[in-house]
Nanobody
Framework: QVQLVQSGGGSVQAGGSLRLSCAAS????????MTWFRQAPGKDREGVAA????????RYADSVKGRFTISRDNAKKTVYLQMDSLKAEDTAMYYC?????????????????WGQGTQVTVSS
């Protein structure tokens, strides 16, 4: 059974930090690039950070660049999103996703598997 199980998230004041984790099981994790998306109420799902299969290449949305850090541990089949200097506009449901697209992808339709989502709420 393919699963991406997320943990972390919660509520924090502006300027604070949170760390999200996403553990994969039931499929061969190494060939998949991993992406973190978020979706705020009434808005489209947007990619915020992506990492290549080896972890050598990362990409960030302009809105989070310099504040968020994506990483992966292939031995643990887990991807992480460290979120620092959080802002109220970072409030959203966050999802991890896996794709076989070469490199990485910020396109939701190109993702093969999704995590269950975890809420991040930042109060100002």
């Amino acid at each position: 059974q393919v699963q991406l199980v997320q943990s972390g998230g919660g509520s924090v004041q502006a300027g604070g930090s949170l760390r999200l984790s996403c553990a994969a099981s039931g499929f061969s994790y190494d060939p998949y690039s991993m992406t973190w998306f978020r979706q705020a109420p009434g808005k489209d799902r947007e990619g915020v950070a992506a990492i290549s299969t080896s972890g050598a290449i990362t990409r960030y949305a302009d809105s989070v660049k310099g504040r968020f850090t994506i990483s992966r541990d292939n031995a643990k089949k887990t991807v992480y999103l460290q979120m620092d200097s959080l802002k109220a506009e970072d409030t959203a449901m966050y999802y991890c996703a896996a794709t076989r697209v070469w490199g990485f992808s910020f396109i939701p339709a190109q993702q093969n598997y999704w995590g269950q989502g975890t809420q991040v709420t930042v109060s100002s």
